[in-house]
């Protein structure tokens, strides 16, 4: 298995290389947008998350049901979206920006995170939330991306029946596999990181 996915990195490595550039374009952009927001949007933010903070510290429940209900919808929902996509005319273009975005998401939530509870804190906050599920998930969308990318290359190389079916199939496989990385990066956002983040808050 080791051998098998260090061969598939060494076979990507440009590809996965250009989507790793993309996503820090986005998170880059994602830090300018937030710190260059007008007060009234950060305060909005910062209330957000200390109201956040202080429901965790004064005891409040977690639903761990409905949030990784909501995490597997969100997944289910980008999946969707990337295999429509790898399938069009616009694909390409379309799952680059798919990237771009999840890095704008991932700069802004840091930006905001370490704008509310100082530098420090907000690298401890977002580390303890975001990076044991990031880790899994990131790539995994550079995986289904990758190979929505290769099912359309490999379709519009040659449109008989059999390549497609081909295609089609091997695309399939991949997907299985990246569906189960989502789920892997579900579970550890939902059961690890939250209950990292009971465990920091405190300190917050």
Known sequence: MRKKIENHIKENIKEYIIFALILIIGLFIGTMVLNNSNEIQRQEI??????FNTQIKEGSRVNYS???FEIIKNDI??????TF??????????LYIIIGYKGFSLGYTISAISATFGTGKGILFSISLMLFSKIVEIPAIFYLAL?????????IK?????????AVTRYMGNLIIAIILFLISAFLETY????????????L
């Open 46 to 51: 910062s209330e957000y998350l200390n109201d």
């Open 66 to 68: 409905n949030m990784l």
């Open 77 to 82: 929902k980008l999946i969707f979206l990337i």
């Open 85 to 94: 996509l790898s399938v069009s005319i616009v694909g390409m273009p379309a």
């Open 147 to 155: 190979s929505g990318i290769k099912m359309f290359k490999t379709i």
């Open 158 to 166: 040659d449109r008989s029946k059999d390549n497609i079916k081909y």
């Open 192 to 203: 690890l990181s939250t209950n990292l983040f009971i465990n920091i808050s405190k300190y």
